[in-house]
């Protein structure tokens, strides 16, 4: 044993360190199950949406980004100011706007979707 290893020594009998690591991992997952909640690797639905509203707000402000930073680039190679970042701005947040309804419409879709294939058909 080194002088800077502060770590008891391991008795022979002791059961592996990882092994009782992985028997407290088990046992902790089944106790969240039972406690209802969700499984692993299955985000919340809060979590779900949250993770919607962020791609909204990045497909919005990068689209505005890039346009802007494009249009006054053109501005400067072409000394026509404010015109190009005017048309960049523009142009930008019309494709924000589109790519946001897109995603937004693409959500509706599959939470419709999800409502049908896990709700009974009434009536039939």
């Known amino acids: ?40 690797g299955e985000p919340a639905p809060r979590s779900k949406a949250e ?12 689209a505005l980004a890039v346009c802007g930073f494009v249009g006054w680039w053109i501005d ?5 100011s404010p015109w190009g970042l005017l048309i960049g701005l523009l142009l930008g947040g019309t494709t924000g706007l589109a790519n946001a309804i897109r995603v937004a419409l693409a959500v509706q879709r599959d939470a419709e979707a999800a409502d049908k294939t896990s709700s009974p058909r009434s009536g039939q």
Do not use: F, I, Y
Not at 76 to 80: E, F, N, P, Q
């Open 1 to 40: 044993m080194s002088a800077g290893d502060d770590r008891p020594p391991r008795e022979p009998d002791q059961p592996n360190d990882l092994e009782a690591l992985s028997a407290r991992l088990r046992d902790a997952r089944a106790t969240r199950r039972a406690e209802g909640h969700q499984p692993d």
């Open 51 to 62: 993770g919607v509203a962020w791609r909204l707000a990045v497909e919005m402000v990068s």
């Open 76 to 80: 400067k190679w072409l000394d026509s």
